[in-house]
């Protein structure tokens, strides 16, 4: 079964730093590989979306990296902004099924 | 124009009723998901739909029925509701069986007092 696993649960950071945001997997037979940003009250947006094959995927300031083999992806925000804070989730499909397996989630703070 | 919709937003019942949520996708997608929300915010996958036949089908109760009258359309129906089926549920969709990028809807808040 697979399991996913975001470390740290929680991150306060002052506007203006980059910061990485980890996710890890136990089986790493995945097909793709997706982050997602939940805000208080509301639904999942998603950010970026990595295939099995791919390292990375960037989009503005937002670069996520795939390391199949050790079951690990991270999340890098550059220049972080106090509209960044959010709750961040990593979920992975398996090569053998169709639904998501979703991380525990990182509670991202920004502080002005 | 909304991708995945979901009504309602909010819903209070009483135990022992029976509700229904909706949801709607505009994307043409052929895939389609419940997820389970709980109070430490763990999604859980509920049941996913192919062009309207039941794919997945996790440990649910069978309180929780889901119905797809089309591909657009994946509504959930609960019956003799339980103070533990509170959580926020999700409907999502993507493009095909095989999970392409998932859209997921803004999330209905069940209570049940």
């Known amino acids: 079964k697979q399991e996913v696993t975001q470390i740290p649960a929680a991150l306060s950071v002052p506007e203006g730093e980059n910061l990485v945001l980890n996710c890890s997997f136990t089986d790493s037979a995945i097909y793709n590989l997706q982050w997602f940003r939940q805000d208080p009250g509301k639904g999942l947006t998603s950010l970026l979306l990595?295939?099995?094959?791919?390292r990375e995927q960037t989009s503005g300031r937002l670069n996520a990296s795939l390391d199949k083999s050790s079951g690990r992806s991270t999340l890098y925000i550059a220049a972080s902004q106090p509209g960044d804070s959010a709750t961040y989730l990593c979920a992975v499909t398996l090569n053998t099924g169709n639904q998501f397996y979703f991380g525990t989630g990182t509670s991202l703070t920004v502080i002005p | 124009d909304t991708a995945v919709s979901q009504t309602p937003k909010y819903l209070v019942t009483q135990m022992g009723n029976d509700k229904s949520i909706k949801c709607e996708q505009n994307l043409g997608h052929d895939t389609m998901y419940w997820y389970k929300q709980d109070s430490k915010k763990f999604l859980k996958i509920m049941f996913s739909y192919n062009n309207k036949e039941l794919i997945i089908n996790e440990t649910v109760p069978n309180r929780f029925s889901p119905k797809s009258p089309d591909k657009a359309h994946l509504n959930l129906h609960i019956n003799s509701l339980e103070l533990g089926d509170s959580a926020v549920y999700f409907c999502a969709s993507s493009r095909g069986q095989r999970n392409t990028e998932a859209f997921f809807g803004q999330g209905t808040r069940l209570t049940v007092v």
């Open positions: 990595i295939q099995s094959s791919q």
